[in-house]
Nanobody, 126 residues
Framework: QVQLVESGGGVVQAGGSLRLSCAAS????????MAWFRQAPGKGREFVAA???????YYADSGKGRFTISRDVAGNTIHLQMNNLKPENTAVYYC????????????????????WGQGTQVTVSS
């Protein structure tokens, strides 16, 4: 019954922007870390950004200054604002959730998460 549903992906020119959203349902997620990962063909699942239960943000170096994660007060919805997109950002973006401590080094590891969405495709053309 737990579901994470992503939306907002699409095709955009380099330098453009997209805003991804993830709505989680089926349980309360107030104590959970919610995160974004991405995966390009032939590559592993890569950490992008996360928000813990205190709504502290975490970012991969590749997205700092361009990507912003936000989380609603209820804790079950996150967004990823992506600005100045680059072709290397092309990937399937996945929403994930896990019961992790704030500040844990596990936040950036895909293996730490047990709830996943189906993903949304982001394509950045040059």
């Amino acid at each position: 019954q737990v579901q994470l549903v992503e939306s907002g992906g699409g095709v955009v020119q380099a330098g453009g922007s997209l805003r991804l959203s993830c709505a989680a349902s089926g349980r309360t997620f107030s104590g959970y870390v919610m995160a974004w990962f991405r995966q390009a063909p032939g590559k592993g699942r890569e950490f992008v950004a996360a928000s813990d239960w205190r709504r502290n943000p975490y970012y991969a170096d590749s997205g700092k200054g361009r990507f912003t994660i936000s989380r609603d007060v209820a804790g079950n919805t996150i967004h990823l604002q992506m600005n100045n997109l680059k072709p290397e950002n092309t990937a399937v973006y996945y929403c994930a959730a896990a019961l992790l401590a704030a500040g844990s080094a596990q936040i950036m590891g895909a293996g730490s998460y047990h709830y996943w969405g189906q993903g949304t495709q982001v394509t950045v053309s040059s």
